[in-house]
């Protein structure tokens, strides 16, 4: 194991970890070279799972023998950057999860048509920034029946680490895609429909349809579509969906908060009759 006591702050190879942002890392300009970071034992093992190359391991001391052991032995020959809790949390700026910190290579981005060939129930995301609903959703997804999931080109990136860590690393096991700027929303819709898919938008609207509308639960293809935080979906985006719905409530409550709705939503939409 190639263990290394950190004793400089200012190393250059801690950059990734204690300098860089997140946007940074992405390395627009040249994706190929893109980076991020996976937090915590179980998103990186996920990680590793799923065929990302690891570049090197932040640690805290007390797992190199612990729960990181079987991560240190899956990343044979990669640097592993060590110290003590408070020191970490110093070089970071927030406790680690766990005290496990991957840097890893990005993968060629999947486009649309791609992971969308062999999926009958798509969930869709339209300017979803926030990255810990961006991944409680991937998540939901994943767990309640779900085959894919696009995001417009405004989301939150998938693997940015708080949306990959809150989504216990399910953005590792479920197929997603950013939709071209240029193709949202009119030649997304047109493509959806081509290919079979009823498309479904969660908005309080006065002609929207009950969850648990009979027709819409016969579709045997399914796009649903989530909008942003607080300002829900597009009016366009709404007109072009073949079906807006909503989820019943009590108590005067309007709305919940897009990640809740999308784990009711999928738990009902998911379902294959």
């Given amino acids: 194991m190639n263990i290394i006591e950190i004793k400089d702050f200012a190393a250059k190879e ?5 300098r860089l942002s997140e946007r940074e890392l992405l390395n627009r ?18 990680a590793l799972d799923a065929g990302y190359e690891p570049v090197s391991l932040l640690l805290e001391r007390k797992h190199i023998e612990g729960e990181a052991k079987d991560i240190i032995e899956r990343c ?18 927030f406790k680690l999860t766990r005290g496990a910190l ?18 009958d129930r798509i969930a869709i995301l339209e300017s979803v ?33 708080r949306a990959a860590r809150v ?5 590792f096991q479920i197929p997603w895609a950013f939709i071209p700027r240029s193709d949202w929303q009119r030649n997304t ?15 309080l609207e006065k002609d929207s ?14 796009a649903v579509i989530l909008g942003t935080e607080g300002e829900g979906l597009s009016p366009e985006t709404i007109s072009l969906s073949d079906y807006t719905v909503m989820i019943p409530m009590k108590h005067g409550v309007d709305s919940l908060n897009v990640a809740a709705a999308s784990a009711v939503t999928f738990w009902q939409l998911g379902k294959r009759f």
């Fill in 14 to 18: 801690l950059d990734a970890y204690a």
């Fill in 29 to 46: 300009d040249k994706p190929e070279n893109g980076l991020f970071v996976a937090e915590s034992p179980k998103v990186i093992a996920r």
């Fill in 76 to 93: 044979p020959g990669i640097p592993v950057y060590t110290a003590e809790f408070d020191v970490l949390t110093r070089i970071t700026g």
């Fill in 102 to 119: 991957c840097l890893m290579k990005r993968k060629p981005l999947a486009c649309v048509k791609e992971i969308c060939k062999s999926a």
């Fill in 129 to 161: 920034m926030n990255p810990t609903n961006c991944g409680a959703i991937i998540r939901s997804a994943a767990a309640l029946g779900f085959d894919a999931v696009l995001l417009t080109a405004e989301c939150s990136d998938p693997l940015y680490r």
């Fill in 167 to 171: 989504s216990m690393g399910t953005v």
């Fill in 189 to 203: 819709f047109e493509y959806l429909k081509s290919e079979g898919f009823a498309t479904v938008s969660t908005a």
């Fill in 209 to 222: 349809v009950r969850l648990d509308d009979k027709k819409l639960n016969s579709e045997e293809k399914i």
